[in-house]
């Protein structure tokens, strides 16, 4: 049996909170709003009951965020792509931020199970003055319990239209991509954090961020397979590749509450799901 499961999740301001409302279809819900930093940014938790995608699923997300109001978004656990027996397993994600509002899309790792044939595609569209910070982390295979990635398609798709896309295929027996210096190098995790505006940045903000984000780099058991970049006026980019989840996921997040500082002067109140 295949799922098709959808979510339609909108964020307003309303007196001056963040309110999130949602319409399910399928397996897929949001838990109750959160508000650890009080009424201006709203704290939700994306819950998929099955926990994980075969082949002819399809987990399909929309997300809007009026003007003014400030939604976070995040899981409980990992996505998890399971072998594929019946074709493509895709999770899509499209959200529009409209001016002065800001999103924070802050799912944990999607995994790529042995087998697995995936998509993984996330659409972010800004109107101008609206801003957003998204990561995506993404594990092949299960290292530390033996199970590698040696067969399969693990296929990304990353844009904001008209300003950046980036998208790949990851084939589990093209080793040139998997292991040469060129590729992967053998690391097994892929994670990018992104920060995102409707309107193209001062020059002195984009290197503020770069700035923050590269003595965090230099300090990191990481160092050496990461980078911090701006693509574009709209868009600075942080990469890193590391052998297993948890190293990027620690990186992630310290980088992501020094953006909030820089950026929007605000503390990196981490949502409570993650202290758990």
Not at 99 to 127: K, Q, T
Not at 228 to 254: D, F, G, N, Y
């Amino acid at each position: 049996m295949t799922w098709l499961a959808r979510l339609d999740l909108h964020y307003t301001l309303e007196a001056n909170r963040s309110v999130a409302r949602y319409l399910h279809s399928g397996p897929l819900r949001i838990l109750q709003s959160l508000y650890p930093e009080g009424d201006a940014v709203c704290h939700n938790v994306l819950v998929h009951p099955p926990s994980g995608l075969v082949g002819g699923d399809t987990l399909d997300v929309q997300v809007s965020v009026g003007s003014g109001a400030h939604g976070l978004v995040t899981t409980p656990g990992a996505t998890r792509f399971y072998r594929s027996e019946a074709g493509l397993a895709a999770q899509q994600v499209h959200a529009r931020v409209e001016s002065g509002a800001r999103l924070e899309w802050l799912p944990l790792e999607a995994i790529a199970y042995n087998g697995c044939d995936a998509l993984n595609r996330a659409v972010f569209e800004l109107a101008p003055g609206a801003e957003m910070m998204a990561w995506d982390i993404t594990a092949l295979g299960l290292p530390a319990a033996d199970l590698p990635f040696v067969q399969g398609r693990f296929r990304q798709h990353l844009e904001i239209p008209g300003v950046w896309l980036e998208r790949g295929t990851l084939n589990a027996t093209d080793t040139r991509l998997m292991d040469s210096p060129l590729g992967l190098a053998g690391q097994r995790c892929m994670a990018t954090l992104v920060f995102a505006a409707g309107s193209a940045m001062a020059d002195e903000r984009i290197e503020r961020a770069l700035a923050c984000a590269r003595d965090l780099l230099d300090a990191s058991e990481l160092r050496l397979t990461t980078g911090a970049t701006s693509p574009h006026k709209q868009v600075i980019v942080l990469r890193a590749l590391s052998p297993v989840t948890e190293p990027a996921m620690q990186l992630l997040r310290q980088i992501w509450a020094s953006w909030r500082q820089e950026m929007w002067g605000m503390s990196g109140t981490v949502p409570r799901l993650w202290n758990l």
